[in-house]
Every structure is written in C-alpha cells, then in structure tokens.
C-alpha cells in the first residue's frame, strides 16, 4: 500500500453534471499526476500539479480541470460529465528527491449515467 | 493515444512456469516503468529502467530495454497464483521523466 489516498472510492454522476475528486499525496512529495482509465485500457495522462502550478497536460478537454494545495493534496474537476467520462481516475505522487518513481493511490471509480 | 503497446495481450500459464511480455514505444524516452495492476484497482510499481541502462532485476522479475529498436521485456520466473494482474509498461517523458504513457497492458492468469 502506498500514502497515496484518493476519495471517494465509487461515485455516480448524471451527465451534464460536475464532480471533484481528491488525493492526498504520500509524504515528502510534491508532485501528482492524474490518469483516467477506461475499463479494459491503460492509464491516460491527464495532467501534473507542481508547487501548486499546472505542469503538463495530456489530450484531455479544459473541462478537465485541477488544482493542488499547499499541503500538495490535489483535486481534478469535471465539468459537463460526459458517458464517456465513466472510468476510474488515479492519481499518483513523486518527488525528484526519491527518483520521480510514481506512487499510485486505489482510484476513484465514476459512473457517469 | 498510448505509446507502448503490450504482447501479448493475455497469457495463461501454469504456476511455476515463466511469464514473459513485450511492450514497444514509439519516442525517446527518459525510462521505462513496469505497473502491476490487480482487478482495475491501483497501480503498483514493479520497476524502472532509465533509458542508459539495458537490463535490470528485482526478485523474481528482470526487465530489458532495447533502446535501439524501442522495446522491452518484463520476466516473472517461476509465476505463482498471486501473480495473477494486468501488467502495464509505460515509458517517462519530459525532463523528470514523470509525465507517463502506458501501454494497454498484458492480463496474465497464473492457474495453481
């Protein structure tokens, strides 16, 4: 198990609606990425929080949104849900400091009807 | 889209036996990762190979990284039921290399 804890574990939204999602990062880093991962697919890089700045974007729409906290707990908004949004969402923090070696939390599982 | 691309995309064998998957990218990399991932829950970091480094062991796995033609290899030995996961490779990009693009991963079923 790593430090990495996301909430909630299971969710379900209606289309059109918003949902936020939360990680707390394991101790002593500074850096989360978030993923979305479809059922039956790999992790898709949505983006990177550093120091509280935006660090890198992969394809995701600007509905896809984040931000992260002074204590390096981050939160990764969707608005205007869409069907195809249902996935489960990971985040996962590094630190340059320990070799940039992700550490992934559970997931958070969104159903989007 | 997914730079690395898994192969097998299933593999059952037997326990005790070895499991091998090959995973290719597409651009320069910084490194490689390995994930194990159990029932679409979290990721777990199996191991990591910097693009300068050609083979790498821990425990029971061995990883091999082929720069030239853009492809590694993940080895189990001696599998065990406990095995059983979705392995994802997936390569670092960017300076810090953190910024990854996984594979669609290998499902591998390890039968006692």
């Known amino acids: 198990e790593t430090g990495v804890t996301q909430s909630p574990t299971h969710l379900i939204k209606t289309r059109g609606q918003q949902v936020t999602l939360r990680c707390s990062s394991q101790s002593g880093h500074n850096t989360v990425s978030w993923y979305q991962q479809a059922l039956g697919q790999g992790p898709q890089f949505i983006f990177q929080?550093?120091?509280?700045?935006?660090?890198g974007r992969g394809n995701f729409p600007p509905r896809f949104s984040g931000l992260q906290f002074p204590n390096y707990s981050s939160e990764l908004n969707v608005n205007a849900l869409e069907l195809d949004d249902s996935a489960l969402y990971l985040c996962?923090?590094?630190?340059?400091?320990?070799?940039?070696?992700?550490?992934f939390g559970p997931g958070t599982r969104l159903t989007v009807t | 889209s997914q730079q690395g691309e898994e192969d097998p995309q299933a593999l059952s064998i037997q326990e005790g036996e070895n499991a091998t998957m090959n995973c290719s990218y597409k651009t320069s990399i910084n490194n490689l990762q390995w994930y194990r991932q159990n029932s679409g829950r979290g990721l777990v970091h199996l191991i990591l190979?910097?693009?300068?480094?050609r083979e790498k062991h821990s425990g029971r796995l061995r990883v091999t990284l082929d720069t030239s033609k853009k492809s590694s290899s993940l080895l189990i030995t001696a599998s065990r039921a406990a095995d059983t996961a979705s392995y994802f490779c997936a390569t670092g990009q960017g300076a810090a290399g953190n910024k990854l693009t996984f594979g669609g991963g290998t499902r591998v079923l390890v039968k006692p």
């Open positions: 190979i910097r693009s300068n480094e």
């Open positions: 929080y550093y120091r509280e700045e935006e660090n």
């Open positions: 996962a923090s590094s630190s340059a400091r320990q070799g940039n070696e992700q550490y």
